[in-house]
């Protein structure tokens, strides 16, 4: 009896889909933004809108372009992120250090924790004036804005994260004799690393929010203050441009935080 041949093309047309399927997924999970882009585009060609109220993709792409070339958006994108990844930095540390010494001091928890559940639906944007008025036009008044807004959603997941520890782990590592600094390090903060790290990303996403909104209000440099300057000035492609850039730095800070936060939990799989 003869026996039958493997086929040989059998590899190739797996790898072949297997290509295929990587293509087609993120065309497939992107998609309703190509909708969008081709409904704005039909739109404004159609003229359904006035072009001062919605201008075309290609004229806000045309315009994006312009801005890149004269380098007008880079200085003033540069001058933002400063903004917001030092105003974040300082809110993960101390949120972080604040949340996790509540969760496990009592006496912190009783003089922080009042402050927290005052402030936290407080609109923080309502601080814009007080801040310009503390420290002026500056980067030190958005700096300490996107800090205290980032602030309490770190807190609050570092608490509600450490609190959620394996009680049983703490008690074994404190009868093996560590002290109270080594079961924060080695127990109770991996224990909150995941609610802490969703956390960060609610904090990732306001902080953008808090620096449009300063930017617009009380700025001379930055993406929120084109937006106004180029809004005012009725230049509207270029003020949409400036949004686009907005929402596409915005998307890619998430983007890359997931993927370190798929990283860093890496260990929960194992």
């Given at each position: 009896?003869?026996?039958?041949?493997?086929?040989?093309?059998?590899?190739?047309?797996?790898?072949?889909?297997?290509?295929?399927?990587?293509?087609?997924?993120?065309?497939?999970?992107?998609?309703?933004?190509?909708?969008?882009?081709?409904?704005?585009?039909?739109?404004?060609?159609l003229s359904l809108l006035p072009a001062n109220v919605l201008p075309s993709l290609t004229a806000v792409l045309a315009s994006w372009l312009r801005l890149v070339g004269s380098g007008e958006i880079v200085t003033n994108g540069l001058d933002s992120l400063y903004r917001v990844g030092l105003g974040l930095l300082l809110a993960v540390v101390v949120g972080a250090g604040a949340g996790l010494f509540m969760a496990t001091s009592r006496l912190v928890n009783v003089f922080i924790g009042?402050?927290?559940?005052?402030?936290?639906?407080?609109?923080?944007?309502?601080?814009?004036?007080?801040?310009?008025?503390?420290?002026?036009?500056?980067?030190?008044?958005?700096?300490v804005l996107i800090f205290l807004g980032c602030l309490l959603p770190v807190a609050i997941s570092a608490f509600n994260g450490a609190r959620g520890a394996d009680h049983t782990l703490?008690?074994?590592?404190?009868?093996?004799?560590?002290?109270r600094l080594q079961v924060m390090r080695d127990v109770v903060f991996p224990c909150a690393l995941p609610?802490?790290?969703?956390?960060?990303?609610?904090?990732?996403a306001t902080s953008f929010v808090l620096l449009v909104s300063s930017e617009l209000i009380a700025a001379r440099r930055g993406l929120g203050y084109m937006i106004g300057m180029l809004g005012d000035g009725g230049v509207y492609d270029a003020m949409f441009a400036t949004v686009l850039t907005v929402a596409l730095l915005g998307f890619i800070a998430?983007?890359?935080?997931?993927?370190?936060?798929?990283?860093?939990l890496r260990w929960r799989a194992s």
């Open positions: 009896m003869q026996q039958k041949q493997p086929n040989a093309m059998w590899p190739f047309d797996s790898q072949s889909s297997a290509g295929v399927r990587a293509l087609v997924r993120p065309l497939v999970r992107y998609s309703p933004l190509l909708v969008i882009a081709v409904t704005w585009e039909t739109v404004a060609c009042p402050l927290v559940r005052l402030f936290y639906p407080m609109p923080k944007s309502a601080l814009i004036p007080v801040m310009v008025l503390w420290l002026g036009f500056g980067d030190a008044s958005k700096v703490i008690w074994s590592a404190s009868s093996f004799g560590a002290s609610e802490l790290l969703s956390g960060i990303r609610i904090a990732l998430d983007r890359g935080y997931l993927l370190l936060m798929g990283r860093m």
